[in-house]
């Protein structure tokens, strides 16, 4: 308990899947969570963490306009006080062979995916300088380090977060604020679970992991916790693998 005991924590995405349980997760850890999404569902997720007696607030975000990023972060500074961890989670996935993908597919998925940490990683610098440091955690995937069919569009956005990450990490170091990217493998959250229902997808989509099962929303949202919190404190700018073994091979 309290490994993030009265840290400000904003998680973006946060109305179901990964970013749900990671805000839950910080704030039963003794986080004061801003939890945002587009989908208004995130006003229930807040109420849940308030009658577990967490504190929290959700905002109405969408993460790729940068208007709506400037008045999250003004009410965060309102509401809290200031910014400590930035947990840019929200994203799509696209899953289409290249040759079906149009380009008004790629510039969304690009939008959504990266555009929006662009954003949220460059506006949170200021709050969190003034702190005199804080953690960025963006949410990159296994399709970030490695190659699969039917998801090219998908695979290059989470590539460029991890290369983003790096280049901020370097920026941003020396002003106490770390910067990592977070890589989940095949996770059973409802961006996911039409893979999951057919046996034989399940059995392609899963491929080499050697757990032989997908993991789940709560068990990203730990290794979330552990970059959001002082345990994490050497560790900047780099990728940390949670999937279960499928890039093992």
């Given amino acids: 308990m309290d490994r993030v005991k009265g840290k400000v924590c904003l998680v973006t995405g946060a109305a179901n899947g990964i970013g749900m349980a990671t805000a839950q997760r910080l704030a039963a850890e003794g986080g004061k969570v801003v939890a945002t999404d587009i989908n208004p569902e995130g006003e229930k997720v807040v109420e849940e963490i308030l009658d577990m007696g967490g504190d929290a607030v959700f905002q109405r975000q969408d993460v790729t306009d940068e208007k709506q990023w400037k008045r999250t972060l003004d009410n965060c500074l309102d509401r809290f006080g200031g910014l400590d961890v930035l947990v840019n989670n929200a994203g799509i996935l696209l899953m289409k062979s290249l040759q079906e993908t149009s380009l008004e597919e790629w510039n969304e998925i690009f939008r959504v995916n990266v555009t929006s940490i662009f954003l949220g990683t460059k506006l949170a610098f200021e709050p969190m300088r003034v702190r005199k440091g804080g953690s960025i955690v963006n949410l990159s995937s296994i399709y970030g380090l490695v190659g699969a069919p039917t998801a090219a569009a998908y695979e290059a956005s989470k590539g460029a977060i991890r290369l983003f990450t790096k280049g901020a990490a370097t920026e941003y170091a020396a002003h106490g604020i770390r910067v990592n990217s977070l890589h989940p493998g095949v996770i059973n959250t409802p961006m996911a679970e039409h893979l999951l229902q057919d046996n034989d997808i399940k059995t392609a989509v899963l491929g080499p992991t050697l757990l032989g099962r997908a993991g789940t929303a ?26 279960g073994g499928y890039t093992c091979n």
């Fill in 218 to 243: 709560e068990e990203i949202a730990g290794a979330a916790l552990y970059l959001a919190s002082d345990e994490s404190s050497f560790v900047v700018g780099t990728e940390m693998i949670v999937d």
